[in-house]
């Protein structure tokens, strides 16, 4: 058992470098410029190419999950902490 899970650990590990980050973790982080590069990479990879009404509607699609990032479920994923602040961890309830 113990090794299985070292296993598992060293993968996730490895392969670290190599797994993008969350398109919606990113938008939360307003870094929109990093998400659609992402999407780049992942048409290229699927041999597809990113058209120009296709580009605007994810821009529109990231402006607005920044935008409800600043007042919806986002803002628990994002990655600012205040200067000087503990990290805690916030429970929330979805109703």
Request: overall charge positive.
């Amino acid at each position: 058992m113990h090794v299985a899970v070292g296993v598992a650990c060293s993968l996730a590990i490895v392969t670290y470098p190599v797994v993008p980050e969350s398109i919606r973790w990113l938008a939360c982080n307003e870094r929109g410029a990093e998400a659609e590069k992402i999407l780049d990479q992942v048409a290229r990879g699927n041999g597809r190419t990113i058209s120009k009404k296709q580009r605007s509607e994810i821009r529109k699609i990231l402006k607005k999950t920044a935008e409800e990032s600043r007042y919806g479920i986002c803002k628990y994923f994002t990655a600012s902490v205040e200067k000087n602040s503990k990290p805690t961890v916030d429970f929330c309830m979805i109703q």
